[in-house]
């Protein structure tokens, strides 16, 4: 039995160019005999509860949503959830109950996200209500991206307006480390593919800092606001946003700034090594460089990318030389075709984007530079976890 009287409550997207609220995500609550609200996230977690009696809530709930979006700024937009689970059950030709709620409620389909949670489902019938909803004019987003790798699948399938991401993933991705990467790149897909992305579960400035650094078109979590039956107004959160994007920005300048004194200080370790190098001195005669402690290891490779010499480490207060990478071609790596865009014809340093050394595990930087008249490369790889 569903106990208390279903209502929808709000909780807002922001908008990360401005700081605004761009529209609001319809979340179910029952109010309780006492006043009290309550979730209605555990009844549909659970597998003992009613489905049909889940399906009538959830119409209530939206149908509450609906009824209050007049309330809003005309610009705002509605998200609303949607079970695939329940979207295969429709027969080919049904009316979308969605849609007639919509047209019943007289809102514009053009300001309605359909949100698709879960993975259940049937994709292929997914798919044709999804264009129904889309050439009603409503937008798409599929919840928890990240969460399983079934969600691949769907976004190709679907081709979703917006991507949220699952908000557990995200928020160990902002603490660092490789699922870091991982969210990372699943922004990367998104932009490439066309889609916002929202950053979900924000309630840490680090973590709001995480989601501006994956490029997140609107953020949604407790820094900001839960979820409540009134409406917040539109710059509510437009101050505060400002303060907090403003030392973001001056966080990335200082880290810029740190990158150009290493950048400074490469070239002066570039000028020792490349002598060094020029006068094909011994192994021994390589000075100790306590000044670089970001370090990691330096070779040779001609302007082909082929390595000519091992990587010469500073280990155990010695040179010493790993041999295992003579011989080997990197002209594909993205830093050496970048060098022989860059920086062949003008000899200069060229610094590779950081990346995760694949042996070492550690977030590195190529930095290279042309010497002996072209024919050879000088490239030191940095230990970028500082910056």
Not at 244 to 250: E, I, M
Request: net charge neutral.
């Amino acid at each position: 039995m569903i106990d208390g009287q279903p209502l929808a409550c709000f909780q807002p997207f922001i908008d990360t160019a401005t700081g605004r609220i761009a529209g609001v995500e319809a979340l179910g609550r029952l109010r309780q005999a006492d006043g009290r609200l309550a979730s209605v996230g555990p009844l549909f977690a659970d597998p003992r509860t009613n489905a049909a009696a889940l399906r009538r809530l959830d119409r209530q709930v939206r149908e509450d949503a609906l009824s209050r979006l007049h309330e809003v700024p005309s610009d705002w937009f509605l998200s609303l959830n949607i079970s695939p689970r329940w979207i295969s059950r429709l027969r080919a030709e049904q009316p979308l109950p969605s849609l007639k709620q919509l047209s019943r409620q007289g809102v514009d389909p053009r300001r309605i996200v359909f949100e698709i949670t879960e993975l259940g489902g049937d994709t292929q019938r997914l798919a044709q209500v999804v264009a129904r909803y889309r050439q009603a004019g409503a937008r798409i987003a599929i919840d928890d991206f990240g969460a399983g790798y079934s969600q691949l699948d769907r976004v190709l399938a679907l081709q979703p307006d917006i991507l949220k991401l699952d908000m557990r993933l995200f928020q160990a991705a902002a603490l660092g480390g490789p699922s870091s990467d991982v969210v990372k790149a699943l922004a990367q897909m998104a932009e490439k593919t066309g889609c916002w992305i929202i950053a979900e579960g924000v309630e840490t400035e680090a973590q709001l800092s995480f989601a501006l650094e994956c490029g997140s078109r609107y953020v949604q979590g407790f820094l900001f606001a839960r979820a409540q039956e009134a409406f917040f107004a539109t710059d509510a959160f437009v101050e505060r946003f400002a303060q907090l994007r403003q030392r973001y920005v001056q966080q990335k300048l200082s880290e810029r700034g740190r990158l150009m004194i290493m950048r400074q200080q490469l070239s002066e370790l570039m000028t020792i090594l490349q002598a060094w190098a020029e006068a094909r001195a011994p192994l021994n005669a390589l000075p100790q460089l306590n000044a670089f402690p970001w370090l990691l290891r330096f070779y040779q490779c001609d302007r082909h990318g082929t390595q000519l010499t091992p990587n010469l480490e500073w280990r155990n207060n010695r040179w010493e030389a790993d041999t295992r990478y003579l011989g080997h071609n990197w002209s594909w790596r993205p830093y050496f075709y970048h060098l022989l865009a860059q920086g062949w014809e003008e000899r200069r340093l060229t610094l590779s984007n950081t990346y995760r050394d694949a042996t070492s595990n550690q977030y590195c930087l190529t930095a290279g530079q042309f010497f002996d008249n072209g024919e050879r490369l000088l490239l030191i790889d940095i230990d970028a976890a500082g910056l």
